[in-house]
């Protein structure tokens, strides 16, 4: 996402992929800001020891969690390949 503001001539800052979609000259689609959420959600908590109030990391998260952060990520992805081909 950083790479399409910079492309756009944007200042992008944080880490936060629905806020960086948001602030798109013109915003990604509703359902694609909230697959960003879905990601959002897992920036602290699966990078820090504390994240969750008990367990390690890893015993939160399986199969099912990482399949779909994958297919947003990519749907993310592709949505910001599209708007910069658009742009040029």
Not at 3 to 14: D, F, K, S, V
Not at 20 to 35: C, F, G, H
Not at 61 to 74: F, K, N, V
Request: hydrophobic share 45%; glycine share 6%.
């Amino acid at each position: 996402m950083k790479a399409l503001h910079l492309h756009l001539r944007q200042e992008a800052c944080g880490h936060v992929v629905a806020t960086l979609l948001a602030d798109l000259p013109e915003p990604a689609p509703a359902e694609l800001a909230d697959k960003a959420k879905v990601l959002d959600n897992f920036y602290v908590a699966t990078r820090y020891v504390n994240g969750h109030s008990a367990g390690a990391p890893f015993e939160h998260y399986g199969p099912i969690q990482s399949t779909q952060a994958i297919d947003y990520a990519g749907e993310i992805l592709e949505f910001a390949r599209r708007q910069m081909a658009d742009a040029e």
